[in-house]
């Protein structure tokens, strides 16, 4: 998801950032249900999978 000026929301930016550090390759549409399913199935050490948004469960 874009903004008008082109930058995507910092979320999205952070979460791309955390799979970068990881190793995994670029994820689109993490909004989309192929985009879900890619990050569900992403293989990250036990540190980078625990990280969860502030108010996730």
């Known amino acids: 998801m874009l903004r008008v000026d082109g930058r995507a929301p910092a ?3 952070r979460i791309h950032a955390q799979l970068f550090h990881q190793g ?4 689109t549409g993490l909004l ?3 985009g879900r ?3 569900a199935r992403a293989e990250l ?3 980078g999978g625990g990280r969860r948004p502030s108010g996730a469960g």
């Open 37 to 39: 399913v890619g990050l």
């Open 45 to 47: 050490s036990v540190a």
């Open 32 to 34: 989309t249900v192929a």
């Open 11 to 13: 979320w999205q930016q």
């Open 24 to 27: 995994c390759p670029p994820i």
